[in-house]
Nanobody, 125 residues
Framework: QVQLQESGPGLVKPSQTLSLTCAVS??????????WSWVRQPPGKELEWVGS???????YYGPYFKSRTSISRDTSANLFTLQLRSVTPEDTAVYYC?????????????????WGQGTQVTVSS
């Protein structure tokens, strides 16, 4: 059974870097074809695809995040991470890690087959 669990600080100050970790269990992130992804949902808005890293380490970013986002992985720990730089209050959202069978486009629910429970991140001074 594939399980994903997000962790990280719930409060980040403006201009700082948001850092989150997704621990995966039940499958190796290097052996199972798929796109290990970050998705977020700001309050009152749709889900947004932030970016993904594949089983081979290829990285893809959503169109609004490429300039200030880094996704990486630790294969020995079976986890992947998100760093979002220079955050503003508009980055306040519930952040999810998820697995997609194909490269995501929008971050919609039907693009992913496994989800973490989500973690609230608030950007505020």
């Amino acid at each position: 059974q594939v399980q994903l669990q997000e962790s990280g600080p719930g409060l980040v100050k403006p201009s700082q870097t948001l850092s989150l970790t997704c621990a995966v269990s039940g499958v190796s992130i290097t052996s199972n074809y798929g796109y290990w992804s970050w998705v977020r949902q700001p309050p009152g808005k749709e889900l947004e695809w932030v970016g993904s890293i594949t089983d081979t380490g290829s990285i893809y970013y959503g169109p609004y995040f490429k300039s200030r986002t880094s996704i990486s992985r630790d294969t020995s720990a079976n986890l992947f991470t998100l760093q979002l730089r220079s955050v503003t209050p508009e980055d306040t959202a519930v952040y999810y890690c998820a697995r997609a069978p194909n490269l995501p486009v929008t971050g919609g629910l039907d693009e992913f087959n496994f989800w973490g429970q989500g973690t609230q991140v608030t950007v505020s001074s």
